[in-house]
C-alpha cells in the first residue's frame, strides 16, 4: 500500500509537471496570437499546477534534502543527462533522420554541462556571500552569469532573447 502510494505520487508529480509546462507552452502560443486574456488563463493553471508538482515532491520520500545535498543530486542529474541520456537520444533521432531533432537534444546535452559548472561553482563558493545575476537563453536554456553582451554561445541567439532570473 505505502509503495503504491509512493509510485502514484512519482506519478502524480510527473503529470502535474508536465501540464504545468505544457499550459505555460500554450500560454506563449496564445499570446503570440492576441489572445492575452487567454493567455493569463494558461498561465494561472499553470502556476497551479506548478503548486501541486512542488507538494508531490515535498511528499515523496528522499526527494528533497538539505540544499547542500540538492546541489549534489542537481548537478549529478547535469552529469548523466549530458554524458548518459542526452547521447542515446542524439543517436536515436540520428538513425532515424530526424535532424532537426537530433539537433535540439544536441544542444541540450552542451548546454546540461553548462549547468552542471554552474552547481560546481554554488558548491565551492557555497558559503560566500557572492551576487550572481543569471539569465536564461530562451531557445537552448543556456545560463549566463550576468547579462550577456553578445549571442549565445550554444545557439547562437540574439542577446535579447536572454531574459534575467528574478
Ligand atoms: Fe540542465
Ligand atoms: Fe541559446
Redesign the pocket.
Same mark, same amino acid.
Given at each position: 500500500m505505502a509503495d503504491l502510494t509512493e509510485k502514484n505520487l512519482a506519478y502524480a508529480f510527473a503529470a502535474e509537471s508536465k501540464a504545468a509546462i505544457r499550459n505555460e507552452a500554450f500560454a506563449k502560443k496564445a499570446e503570440s496570437e492576441g489572445y492575452t486574456q487567454i493567455a493569463h488563463l494558461f498561465r494561472a493553471i499553470s502556476d497551479a499546477e506548478s503548486v501541486h508538482a512542488r507538494r508531490y515532491l515535498q511528499l515523496m520520500r528522499g526527494k528533497i534534502g538539505s540544499t547542500e545535498e540538492n546541489l549534489e543530486r542537481a548537478f549529478e542529474n547535469e552529469i548523466n543527462a549530458n554524458v548518459e541520456e542526452y547521447p542515446k537520444l542524439i543517436k536515436d533521432a540520428t538513425d532515424e533522420g530526424k535532424e532537426s531533432i537530433a539537433k535540439a537534444f544536441s544542444?541540450s546535452r552542451d548546454v546540461e554541462s553548462g549547468h552542471a559548472d554552474l552547481y560546481k561553482k554554488a558548491m565551492n563558493h557555497m558559503l560566500e556571500d557572492r551576487e550572481t545575476d543569471y539569465h536564461v *537563453?530562451q +531557445?537552448?536554456?543556456?545560463v549566463s552569469e550576468d547579462a550577456p553582451k553578445d549571442n *549565445?554561445p +550554444? *545557439?547562437?541567439?540574439v542577446k535579447e532573447?536572454f531574459t534575467q532570473v528574478k
Open positions: 544542444r *537563453c +531557445v537552448c536554456g543556456f *549565445c +550554444v *545557439c547562437g541567439a532573447k
